[in-house]
């Protein structure tokens, strides 16, 4: 059998331009639920990846606020509420060149497809379907499956496991620091994409880009094969 090689995508900053959408939705939580005011989207960048426990603290912790469990999960589920919300009534499309590279992978014999994101099952589904993308047709691995959030690699290395691909012979795309991370940490290469940060916080990727449209399949064959 020829040799197959895995393509995973992250879901917020990746696919869509969802980590907007994440910020303006937990600064109105904050302010609705804490009453904390002046919370910008930078706040949030330690939390990027992490899952929304992570997220919310990060920007909680930028303001030196400490909060507890109870309150942790009171903005996490609002957060999600006002995002469905968000995205029930605003268009969501997928980041350039997105989805004409699922398309070309899902054509080829030798590639196989993964979503792999620390968002929960609601929140995440809501994206990729406003996004339009296929994800039925692929390995589909979200936050409720894991027990480890981003830098661990345990979300990566199931999505692999579950293509049935080595991690080694994956290329996963990300778009934050902690993704990068955990992509590494899996064994797999990983290219990133400078959605949500700057490249020079995504320096640990093997192969950093502005855009998915300078992506093409045969340099991801490329960057697994340099091995």
Do not use: W
């Given at each position: 059998?020829d040799?197959?090689?895995?393509?995973?995508?992250?879901?917020?900053?990746?696919?869509?331009?969802?980590?907007?959408?994440?910020?303006?939705?937990?600064?109105?939580?904050f302010?609705?639920?804490?009453?904390?005011?002046?919370?910008?989207?930078?706040?949030?960048?330690?939390?990027?990846?992490?899952?929304?426990?992570?997220?919310?603290?990060?920007?909680?912790g930028?303001?030196?606020?400490?909060?507890?469990?109870e309150?942790?999960?009171?903005?996490?589920?609002?957060?999600?509420?006002?995002?469905?919300?968000?995205?029930?009534?605003?268009?969501?499309?997928?980041?350039?060149?997105?989805?004409?590279?699922?398309?070309?992978?899902?054509?080829?014999?030798?590639?196989?497809?993964?979503?792999?994101?620390?968002?929960?099952?609601?929140?995440?589904?809501?994206?990729?379907?406003?996004?339009?993308?296929?994800?039925?047709?692929?390995?589909?691995?979200?936050?409720?499956?894991?027990?480890?959030?981003?830098?661990?690699?345990?979300?990566?290395?199931?999505?692999?496991?579950?293509?049935?691909?080595?991690?080694?012979?994956?290329?996963?795309?990300?778009?934050a620091?902690?993704?990068?991370?955990?992509?590494?940490?899996?064994?797999?290469?990983?290219?990133?994409?400078?959605?949500?940060?700057?490249?020079?916080?995504?320096?640990?990727?093997?192969?950093?880009?502005?855009?998915?449209?300078?992506?093409?399949?045969?340099?991801?064959?490329?960057?697994?094969?340099?091995?």
């Amino acid at each position: 059998m020829d040799k197959l090689y895995g393509l995973i995508f992250d879901v917020d900053g990746v696919i869509a331009d969802t980590e907007a959408v994440n910020a303006r939705t937990t600064i109105k939580v904050f302010a609705d639920l804490l009453g904390l005011k002046g919370v910008v989207r930078k706040d949030f960048d330690a939390g990027l990846g992490r899952g929304a426990e992570e997220y919310v603290k990060a920007g909680a912790g930028a303001h030196g606020l400490k909060l507890t469990e109870e309150q942790i999960r009171k903005v996490t589920q609002l957060r999600q509420e006002y995002f469905l919300k968000v995205l029930s009534q605003e268009p969501l499309p997928a980041f350039p060149g997105v989805l004409e590279l699922m398309d070309q992978a899902m054509q080829r014999e030798d590639f196989r497809l993964a979503i792999a994101t620390s968002g929960t099952l609601e929140k995440s589904r809501a994206v990729l379907e406003a996004a339009k993308v296929p994800y039925r047709k692929m390995v589909y691995i979200n936050g409720d499956h894991v027990k480890n959030k981003k830098p661990d690699p345990e979300l990566f290395l199931l999505a692999a496991e579950r293509m049935d691909i080595a991690p080694v012979n994956c290329v996963v795309i990300e778009d934050a620091p902690n993704g990068v991370q955990a992509a590494k940490a899996a064994g797999a290469k990983c290219i990133a994409v400078t959605n949500s940060t700057n490249a020079e916080n995504l320096s640990e990727a093997d192969l950093v880009c502005d855009s998915l449209e300078q992506i093409k399949l045969d340099m991801i064959r490329e960057l697994i094969d340099s091995h």
